[in-house]
T-cell receptor
């Protein structure tokens, strides 16, 4: 099992550009979510999904879109990048019937100039 | 929504000493409290967790205690070692409706000096 795979690991964007962070998991987990990590602010939930075709907003959803067309994939789209979106992004998944443990990807470091 | 506060933000101990990190939560419906360890440049990984029907859980040098009445839980690391140096996050969620929606504390940077 590869677990949770995120790409790219690093990305530099200019203000106004768009991009998609990819996330895939091979553990057949129902739940997937995106968090952003900023210094001193822990992990904040952006969007989450309880299954294919179902998504919902988390704590900081503005400026981001998601979709869940398959159980395995949960891409995060930045529509028009802003410097405030400079952060490290983590995708996570968990099994509906499990303890609730989140399995994280390796993270994607995004810099918006 | 849920609010989780974590203290201290930084903690420095000598090797062999104990370390304690404390968290409080606001939503009495929360029933699952994990602790994640994040080494520099790595992903967070679960080290221990506790459910609301348990007051304490131990795993070798690591223990977690939960006080539901006061809405706080703590991580205890005994006989600390340099490899324990990392950022530790507490979190709270409602397990039965988890959906991956954990609310995290801001993290504690633990430094263990040899």
């Amino acid at each position: 099992n590869a677990g949770v795979t995120q790409t790219p690991k690093f990305q530099v964007l200019k203000t106004g550009q768009s991009m998609t962070l990819q996330c895939a998991q091979d553990m057949n987990h129902e739940y997937m979510s995106w968090y952003r990590q900023d210094p001193g602010m822990g992990l904040r939930l952006i969007h989450y999904s309880v299954g294919a075709g179902i998504t919902d907003q988390g704590e900081v959803p503005n400026g981001y879109n998601v979709s869940r067309s398959t159980t395995e994939d949960f891409p995060l789209r930045l529509l028009s990048a802003a410097p405030s979106q400079t952060s490290v992004y983590f995708c996570a998944s968990s099994h509906a019937q499990s303890t609730g443990e989140l399995f994280f990807g390796e993270g994607s470091r995004l810099t918006v100039l | 929504g849920e609010n989780v506060e974590q203290h201290p933000s930084t903690l420095s101990v000598q090797e062999g000493d104990s370390a304690v990190i404390k968290c409080t939560y606001s939503d009495s419906a929360s029933n699952y409290f994990p602790w994640y360890k994040q080494e520099l440049g790595k992903r967070p990984q679960l080290i221990i967790d506790i459910r609301s029907n348990v007051g304490e859980k131990k795993d070798q040098r690591i223990a977690v205690t939960l006080n539901k009445t006061a809405k706080h839980f703590s991580l205890h690391i005994t006989e600390t070692q340099p490899e324990d140096s990392a950022v530790y996050f507490c979190a709270a969620s409602i397990k039965n409706t988890n959906a991956g929606k954990s609310t995290f504390g801001d993290g504690t940077t633990l430094t263990v000096k040899p």
